[in-house]
């Protein structure tokens, strides 16, 4: 069983489209996360929920909208996709919010923007 | 400016040969975490350091926590295939985010 998925794992789309990408996590934990790795390999939080609550919004352009319906779920929904949108997005998990928490990633989506 | 700044930023060596990476910042972090990532996955965690001063064994790799809590590295002895990907270090900044460093991306060439 997977622990933290997400879907799809490649996302090919044109300029101005809207888009979403999900993800679920089967490990019980309270924090999930996204996370964009750019060209470069550099990972930037984005988004993070507790408990279906927002507790991190990043600046992040309010095109992108994350959405978390239970606490397994958290799901981001891009409108209006732009070419520098076009990066690794990875969603993550942790048991808390803490100083030591592990965080497990999903194995990411790759969005190419055309 | 990143706050946490990993060097080298590549490195390709021969299977066998150690190896250290590093990761620095001008901030004192609570605690520093290393993942490793391999193509087409998501960063795994391999460890996670507290104390300044502190070293942690995970078989042939070796991570140690600066004692100002500001710098961690990462050697690993007698580098394998196996060993490639890249490596990221990661810290709590703010009181809940975590902040990755840009990484190093290590080739082991058999």
């Known amino acids: 069983d997977t622990a933290v998925s997400q879907t799809p794992k490649y996302l090919v789309t044109q300029m101005g489209n809207d888009k979403s990408i999900k993800c679920e996590q089967n490990l019980g934990h309270d924090t999930m996360y996204w996370y964009k790795q750019d060209s470069k390999k550099f990972l930037k939080i984005m988004f993070s929920?507790?408990?279906?609550?927002?507790?991190i919004n990043e600046t992040v352009p309010n095109r992108f909208s994350p959405k978390s319906p239970d606490k397994a779920h958290l799901n981001l929904h891009i409108n209006s996709l732009e070419l520098g949108d076009s990066a690794v997005y990875f969603c993550a998990s942790s048991q808390g919010q803490g100083f030591y928490e592990k965080l497990f990633f999903g194995s990411g989506t790759q969005l190419s923007v055309l | 400016t990143q706050l946490l700044e990993q060097s080298p930023q590549f490195l390709s060596i021969q299977e066998g040969e150690n190896l250290t990476v590093y990761c620095n910042s001008s901030s004192v972090f609570s605690s520093l975490q290393w993942y490793r990532q391999e193509p087409g996955e998501g960063p795994v965690l391999l460890v996670t350091?507290?104390?300044?001063?502190e070293v942690k064994k995970l078989k042939r790799l070796t991570f140690q926590f600066g004692d100002a809590r500001k710098d961690s590295s990462l050697h690993i002895t007698a580098a394998q295939p196996g060993d490639t990907g890249l490596y990221l270090c990661?810290?709590?900044?703010?009181?809940?985010?975590?902040?990755f460093g840009a990484g190093t991306i290590l080739r082991v060439k058999s």
């Open positions: 990661a810290g709590v900044w703010g009181g809940n985010k975590l902040v």
């Open positions: 350091v507290v104390t300044g001063g």
């Open positions: 929920y507790n408990n279906k609550e927002l507790i």
